[in-house]
Protein backbone atom coordinates (compact mmCIF):
# COMPACT_ATOMS: atom_id res chain seq x y z
CA UNK A 1 0.00 0.00 0.00
CA UNK A 2 1.31 3.42 -1.02
CA UNK A 3 0.99 5.88 1.98
CA UNK A 4 0.33 9.93 0.82
CA UNK A 5 -0.40 12.14 3.42
CA UNK A 6 -4.08 12.55 3.93
CA UNK A 7 -4.44 16.57 2.85
CA UNK A 8 -3.54 14.88 -0.45
CA UNK A 9 -6.66 13.62 -0.75
CA UNK A 10 -8.32 17.50 -0.75
CA UNK A 11 -6.25 18.69 -3.16
CA UNK A 12 -7.22 16.84 -6.51
CA UNK A 13 -7.72 18.96 -9.83
CA UNK A 14 -10.60 19.08 -11.57
CA UNK A 15 -10.10 18.22 -15.14
CA UNK A 16 -12.70 19.51 -17.76
CA UNK A 17 -13.75 15.63 -18.26
CA UNK A 18 -14.51 15.55 -14.52
CA UNK A 19 -16.71 18.27 -14.24
CA UNK A 20 -19.75 16.88 -16.27
CA UNK A 21 -22.16 15.72 -13.78
CA UNK A 22 -23.13 12.98 -16.68
CA UNK A 23 -20.01 11.48 -16.59
CA UNK A 24 -19.46 11.30 -12.49
CA UNK A 25 -23.11 9.57 -11.91
CA UNK A 26 -22.42 6.73 -14.60
CA UNK A 27 -18.24 6.27 -13.55
CA UNK A 28 -20.19 6.23 -9.75
CA UNK A 29 -23.40 3.72 -10.92
CA UNK A 30 -20.25 1.13 -12.23
CA UNK A 31 -18.29 1.51 -8.83
CA UNK A 32 -22.14 1.28 -6.79
CA UNK A 33 -23.00 -1.49 -8.46
CA UNK A 34 -19.44 -3.61 -8.42
CA UNK A 35 -19.71 -3.72 -4.80
CA UNK A 36 -22.94 -4.11 -4.72
CA UNK A 37 -22.23 -7.50 -6.54
CA UNK A 38 -19.42 -8.02 -4.23
CA UNK A 39 -21.60 -7.71 -1.12
CA UNK A 40 -24.17 -10.22 -2.95
CA UNK A 41 -21.08 -12.76 -3.89
CA UNK A 42 -21.99 -11.87 -7.57
CA UNK A 43 -18.49 -12.48 -8.95
CA UNK A 44 -19.65 -12.78 -12.37
CA UNK A 45 -21.68 -9.98 -12.11
CA UNK A 46 -18.99 -7.88 -10.23
CA UNK A 47 -16.57 -9.25 -13.37
CA UNK A 48 -18.73 -7.31 -15.90
CA UNK A 49 -17.31 -3.51 -14.58
CA UNK A 50 -13.96 -4.69 -14.66
CA UNK A 51 -11.73 -3.61 -17.79
CA UNK A 52 -10.72 -6.00 -20.87
CA UNK A 53 -7.48 -5.20 -19.48
CA UNK A 54 -8.22 -6.49 -15.85
CA UNK A 55 -10.42 -9.41 -17.57
CA UNK A 56 -7.54 -10.08 -19.51
CA UNK A 57 -4.61 -10.40 -16.65
CA UNK A 58 -7.20 -12.88 -14.50
CA UNK A 59 -9.06 -15.16 -17.24
CA UNK A 60 -11.79 -16.15 -15.48
CA UNK A 61 -14.70 -14.43 -12.73
CA UNK A 62 -13.65 -16.68 -9.94
CA UNK A 63 -9.54 -15.87 -10.20
CA UNK A 64 -11.02 -12.09 -10.33
CA UNK A 65 -13.32 -13.04 -7.40
CA UNK A 66 -10.75 -14.73 -5.46
CA UNK A 67 -7.81 -11.91 -6.19
CA UNK A 68 -10.65 -9.14 -4.37
CA UNK A 69 -11.91 -11.37 -1.75
CA UNK A 70 -7.98 -11.88 -0.53
CA UNK A 71 -6.30 -8.51 -1.70
CA UNK A 72 -8.74 -6.14 -1.13
CA UNK A 73 -11.03 -7.44 1.76
CA UNK A 74 -12.43 -4.19 2.39
CA UNK A 75 -14.08 -3.89 -1.37
CA UNK A 76 -15.44 -7.71 -0.70
CA UNK A 77 -17.27 -6.76 2.43
CA UNK A 78 -17.71 -3.09 2.17
CA UNK A 79 -20.22 -0.56 3.95
CA UNK A 80 -21.10 2.68 3.90
CA UNK A 81 -19.75 3.86 0.32
CA UNK A 82 -19.12 7.37 -0.16
CA UNK A 83 -18.22 8.83 -3.54
CA UNK A 84 -15.56 11.53 -2.98
CA UNK A 85 -13.60 13.54 -6.25
CA UNK A 86 -13.65 12.52 -9.40
CA UNK A 87 -9.96 13.52 -11.08
CA UNK A 88 -7.75 13.30 -13.98
CA UNK A 89 -4.91 11.81 -13.89
CA UNK A 90 -2.29 11.39 -16.63
CA UNK A 91 -5.31 11.55 -19.25
CA UNK A 92 -7.07 8.89 -17.47
CA UNK A 93 -10.09 9.76 -14.40
CA UNK A 94 -9.71 8.60 -11.30
CA UNK A 95 -12.98 8.37 -9.01
CA UNK A 96 -12.19 8.15 -5.09
CA UNK A 97 -14.74 6.30 -3.07
CA UNK A 98 -14.58 5.85 0.71
CA UNK A 99 -15.92 2.68 2.63
CA UNK A 100 -15.83 0.87 5.15
CA UNK A 101 -15.23 -2.76 6.21
CA UNK A 102 -17.06 -4.59 8.70
CA UNK A 103 -14.85 -3.66 11.28
CA UNK A 104 -15.77 0.08 10.78
CA UNK A 105 -12.48 1.32 9.39
CA UNK A 106 -12.68 3.61 6.88
CA UNK A 107 -10.38 2.98 3.42
CA UNK A 108 -10.27 5.50 0.38
CA UNK A 109 -9.98 3.27 -2.97
CA UNK A 110 -8.68 4.87 -6.15
CA UNK A 111 -10.70 3.46 -9.13
CA UNK A 112 -9.14 4.10 -12.34
CA UNK A 113 -12.29 4.15 -15.35
CA UNK A 114 -11.56 3.66 -18.71
CA UNK A 115 -15.12 4.62 -21.03
CA UNK A 116 -15.21 1.86 -23.79
CA UNK A 117 -18.24 2.27 -26.58
CA UNK A 118 -20.79 -0.06 -24.09
CA UNK A 119 -19.94 2.59 -21.30
CA UNK A 120 -17.28 3.19 -18.22
CA UNK A 121 -15.53 -0.15 -16.57
CA UNK A 122 -12.65 -0.30 -13.58
CA UNK A 123 -9.55 -0.53 -15.18
CA UNK A 124 -7.53 -0.30 -11.75
CA UNK A 125 -8.12 -0.12 -7.79
CA UNK A 126 -5.06 1.29 -5.84
CA UNK A 127 -6.03 1.31 -1.64
CA UNK A 128 -4.78 4.55 -0.34
CA UNK A 129 -4.33 6.24 3.29
CA UNK A 130 -8.26 7.08 4.79
CA UNK A 131 -9.01 9.87 7.02
CA UNK A 132 -9.54 8.91 10.53
CA UNK A 133 -13.58 7.66 10.18
CA UNK A 134 -15.05 6.09 13.66
CA UNK A 135 -17.66 3.23 13.65
Known amino acids: M ?8 LA ?28 ARDVPGAWEHASPGIQGIFGTP ?5 MVEDGYPMVWDNHDARFL ?10 QRVLLKDPEGRG ?22 PAPDVAA
Open 2 to 9: RLLPTLAL
Open 12 to 39: WPLGAAAQDAQTQAAIEAVIADQLSDFN
Open 62 to 66: ENFGR
Open 85 to 94: ELGEEGGALH
Open 107 to 128: WVLDYEMVELPDGWRIDGVQVL
